[in-house]
């Protein structure tokens, strides 16, 4: 499933199988969630994609072949493709452990191809191996829902009384990983999205409302998934002294100007911006160990602009997840 342009829809073309070049593998693609980011490109949203483009960066499958100099990975073995394909390893970031920010970096389904497709090809570095306690539709939302949503939680230090605004694939991950640390969750949704508020509920939130109400107590920090600015100061209202607001998606509309009053008394904002191969591997140590129940609906790949309306319209129930 082919993007051709920002604004199109995405359409279904019979495209060359990717050959692997050194140092990568040819994945056989079992299933590839989608996520927002997905929308922001389709939208014109995030600056300069490839084109055409397969879009998808949450991608489960089997390895079909090795490229020269692999030896991580053997043909037939599972491996999930994640958001960072490729970093440069020379930058000041890549040195001191941040290949997030990586100034050169490479991401699945954006500036390479990703996983709305039945092959794609990944530099080996970058692929994980995942928990076989998850089968392939349930393990691809770990790729970045669940792996992106775990760098935000860690963003927010030891807060106890966690917010979550915006409810979609990484909430209903982070909900229970939260959960499963000992931490309290106070979910926020679209304002009278009684059906989500009660799937936060049976997660393990132990209070979820519309994003317009205050919590029940002040919380420790807040995390915003959902792509909506004034989200921001409603969050950093709710939050107490030297509580932390963190912003987890790559695209947000205009944050509106607030009183400083909202941020004094030593509340910070941040970002978090993609993800390390070490989140990875701390995110999927807990996935094995922590029994996280993943709700997918899943659809068949040919029906990818489906699964973006359902998303970009709230239908979504935890997360979609296409199927070749
Ligand atoms: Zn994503
Ligand atoms: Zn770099």
Redesign the pocket.
């Known amino acids: 499933m082919v993007l051709e342009g920002a604004g199109l829809a995405l359409a279904a073309c019979e495209i060359q199988r990717p050959e692997p070049g050194p140092g990568e593998i040819l994945v056989r693609i079992e299933a590839c969630a989608v996520c927002r980011t997905d929308l922001h490109v389709v939208d014109g949203e995030l600056a300069d994609p490839k084109l055409p483009l397969v879009l998808g960066h949450e991608v489960v499958g089997t390895v079909a072949a090795l490229g020269p100099g692999v030896t991580r990975f053997a043909p037939g073995g599972r491996v999930g493709v994640p958001w960072l394909g490729w ?9 001191s452990g941040r ?1 997030n ?5 490479r991401f699945t389904g954006y500036t390479i191809d990703g996983g709305y497709a039945e092959f794609t090809v990944a530099d080996a570095r970058y692929c994980f191996s995942l928990p076989p306690s998850y089968d392939s539709p349930h393990a691809a939302p770990l790729l970045c829902a669940g792996l992106i949503g775990y760098r935000a939680l860690v963003a927010a230090g030891d807060a106890e009384r966690l917010g979550i605004y915006g409810f979609g694939a990484a909430a209903h991950i982070v909900t229970q990983v939260a959960r499963w640390q000992g931490r309290r969750v106070f979910a926020f949704t679209r304002p009278g999205d009684g059906e989500a508020q009660r799937f936060a509920g049976d997660l393990g939130a132990e209070w979820a409302s519309g994003s317009d109400q205050r919590p029940p107590e002040p919380l420790d920090a807040a995390l915003i998934f959902a792509p909506v600015g004034p989200l921001v100061p409603a969050a950093l209202a709710a939050t107490d002294k030297g509580g932390t607001v963190v912003c987890a998606g790559i695209h947000m509309s205009p944050i509106p100007s607030f009183s400083y009053d909202l941020l004094w008394g030593e509340r910070r904002i941040r970002s978090v911006a993609n993800l390390t191969r070490a989140d990875g591997d701390a995110f999927f140590d807990i996935a094995a160990r922590a029994p996280l129940e993943v709700t997918v609906e899943t659809m068949p790949l040919a029906s990818a602009n489906d699964a973006l309306q359902r998303l970009r319209t709230g239908q979504v129930r935890g997360a979609a997840v296409l199927l070749p």
């Open positions: 970093s440069c390893g020379q930058c000041r970031f890549c040195r290949e920010l990586c100034d050169r970096a």
